[in-house]
């Protein structure tokens, strides 16, 4: 694939500048930065020279600036900057084409070629209640799988259970006491079941001990415990694939911890030999250097049985024998920041050099997430309740003659979903945020459901007029507003690239709301100006190139919008 109008553009002001400054152009690279835009699209300060130069930077600018000749960019002098400045042409037919051309794929690109990327998130616990923080690791993990596909990446998408441990002990253990055995295969009863044995455990010792005694007996292969284990891990899976399948998230790979009962003795020994394990207080741990106050890594505990870091650790391993990946992803709440931390160093102190391609993608917490049902969220409750709320309003609509639809409830389930996935991946993944449902909704707002309304309301515009002709004259899109929004659509490739890197789907929410506020600028300029209006009336060139505008924006768009995991509706 071609790289990006944008960044060719870029390439060859930088690539200009070096020549005329006889430098690499390697040297420039960083210093070119985005221009504000009244002045231009790229500016390079010339403070830097002027010592070797012996001349004032307005000075260097000027005669810099007289020397540039980049075809397709203006480049002019201004104090000590010298700015480069799109030219109406061809850039904006580059635009238009680039995007037409490459239709909903517009965006990404080809950096990933070759390589691999696993990517380990959603991983809910079994016969436990999904928590809000797993819904952020499958927002997150879904957009940084797009992302990442988008840019020619592989992309091996592991759901990695939470179907191991003692938990199923509590559970089963609880089921004997508190279960209702008609609802066995109901995991809202599991779960009320979970959250009674939870709190009895805590409370009473034996309780706890019995709870760990199944768990143990799973470990031993008993099949009476592996049957009940497979009953309650079924109906659990169950729950999850129907949430899975209305967020629109499919996994390569469905692995959980239990995948590797039975694969971790050689994983132990390995360790044995290097850097050692000790026994400490009866149980196995790994032989390190540990900080003060630092828990160890538990290997077993001192019942043989196995832990949630002894999983990770073969996991780990295995992941790298079959994918040889170039990146491997953890999305994991913050608060799990020390295991990740564990396991990388044990892994590098086994001397797999590889665990530096690891990285633990961490975010923040939701405060403040509750239902009308009341607090004890569960996810199926949080996604039921914004598809109501979005009904009521949509109905509403629809009464009064707003908007017209023939699949109201579809509908309301598209934009629902696409509130929760944006009002949460609008923040930087790494702050905490609070929930509030008229932040997530609000057709106002920096919102999904705006987002999608931009979306439609291009859509209509298209329609109205008919579509895109078969030509037309991009030079005749001279509007600074026009102007505006082109250079939005051209922002997105390079966007898609950072946000990719740093793995931050907040930068595609933030350029989308970027180009819906362009585009909406623009659009509303109509409002006043009858010249002005998109479908304008007897200007049928203008017009033609409007709704190529239009489209694009359409397209780009609904690019950004499925990369964030958002349905796209056409209508609304
Ligand atoms: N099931 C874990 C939890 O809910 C998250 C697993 C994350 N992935 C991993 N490889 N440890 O806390």
Same mark, same amino acid.
């Given at each position: 694939m071609n790289p990006s109008v944008y960044s060719r553009y870029r390439t060859a002001f930088v690539e200009a500048l070096?020549?005329?400054?006889?430098?690499?152009?390697?040297?420039?690279?960083s210093q070119v930065k985005p221009a504000d835009p009244a002045h231009g699209d790229f500016s390079f300060p010339t403070f830097p020279l002027a010592k070797a130069q012996k001349k004032a930077p307005p000075a260097i600018a000027a005669s810099l600036a007289q020397g540039i000749k980049v075809p397709g960019l203006d480049v002019v002098a201004a104090g000590p900057y010298v700015n480069a400045k799109f030219a109406l042409m061809p850039f904006t037919s580059e635009?238009?084409?680039?995007?037409?051309?490459?239709?909903?794929?517009?965006?990404?690109?080809?950096?990933?070629?070759?390589?691999?990327?696993?990517?380990?998130?959603? $991983?809910?616990?079994?016969?436990?209640?999904?928590?809000?923080?797993?819904?952020?690791s499958t927002m997150i993990g879904h957009s940084l799988a797009n992302l990442h596909r988008a840019l020619g990446y592989k992309v091996e998408g592991i759901n990695y259970l939470g179907d191991w441990g003692k938990q199923f002990g509590l559970v089963a253990v609880g089921f004997q006491e508190y279960g209702d055995p008609a609802r066995r295969n109901d995991m809202a009863h599991l779960v009320e079941v979970y959250v009674?044995?939870?709190?009895?455990?805590?409370?009473?010792?034996?309780?706890?001990?019995?709870?760990?005694?199944?768990?143990?007996?799973?470990?031993?292969?008993?099949?009476?415990?592996?049957?009940?284990?497979?009953?309650?891990?079924?109906? $659990?899976?169950?729950?999850?694939q129907r949430i899975y399948a209305r967020l629109g998230v499919k996994f390569e790979h469905m692995e959980g911890e239990?995948?590797?009962?039975?694969?971790?003795?050689p994983v132990i020994e390995e360790i044995a030999r290097r850097p050692g394990i000790k026994q400490s207080e009866g149980a196995t741990i790994v032989d390190l250097p540990y900080e003060e106050n630092e828990p160890p890594v538990l290997l077993k505990k001192n019942d043989g049985s196995t832990l949630y870091a002894t999983r990770d650790l073969a996991a780990a391993i295995d992941r790298h024998e079959r994918f040889h990946f170039d990146k491997a992803l953890y999305v994991v709440a913050a608060d799990q920041a020390l295991h990740f931390r564990q396991l990388f160093r044990v892994l590098k102190a086994m001397g797999r050099e590889w665990s530096d391609r690891m990285v633990h993608i961490h975010f923040g917490r939701v405060h403040g997430m509750s239902t009308r049902k009341g607090n004890v969220v569960l996810l199926t409750d949080v996604l039921d309740e914004a598809k109501a709320r979005v009904l009521e309003k949509v109905q509403e609509n629809i009464q009064a003659g707003k908007m017209q639809t023939g699949d109201a409830e579809g509908l309301a389930e598209q934009i629902g979903m696409g509130a929760i996935f944006f009002g949460?991946?609008?923040?930087r993944r790494t702050t905490d945020y609070t929930f509030d449902w008229e932040d997530v909704l609000s057709i106002e707002g920096h919102t999904g459901p705006y987002l999608q309304y931009a979306h439609a309301r291009t859509c209509n515009v298209l329609r109205k007029g008919g579509g895109v002709p078969a030509s037309y004259d991009p030079s005749l899109l001279s509007l600074p507003e026009e102007q505006a929004v082109l250079r939005a659509i051209a922002r997105l490739p390079v966007v898609v690239q950072e946000a990719a890197e740093q793995c931050e789907p907040s930068f595609i929410a933030r350029w989308l709301l970027d180009l819906a506020a362009e585009f909406s600028r623009y659009?509303?300029?109509?409002?006043?100006?009858? $010249?002005?209006?998109?479908l304008v009336e007897d200007n049928e060139p203008v017009k033609a190139a409007r709704l190529a505008l239009t489209d694009a924006t359409r397209a780009a768009l609904a690019s950004g919008l499925t990369l964030l995991g958002i349905a796209t509706p056409e209508n609304m």
């Open positions: 070096a020549q005329a400054l006889g430098v690499p152009a390697s040297e420039l690279e635009v238009l084409d680039a995007v037409r051309s490459q239709g909903a794929r517009y965006g990404g690109g080809d950096v990933g070629a070759g390589k691999t990327v696993v990517i380990d998130y959603s $991983s809910p616990n079994i016969a436990k209640p999904i928590a809000f923080h797993h819904i952020r009674k044995a939870n709190k009895r455990a805590e409370a009473e010792p034996a309780f706890d001990e019995r709870a760990r005694d199944f768990f143990r007996r799973m470990e031993a292969n008993d099949p009476e415990a592996l049957a009940l284990w497979k009953e309650f891990r079924d109906t $659990s899976l169950r729950d999850f239990s995948f590797y009962q039975g694969k971790m003795e949460d991946l609008k923040n659009y509303t300029l109509g409002n006043q100006d009858r $010249s002005k209006r998109v």
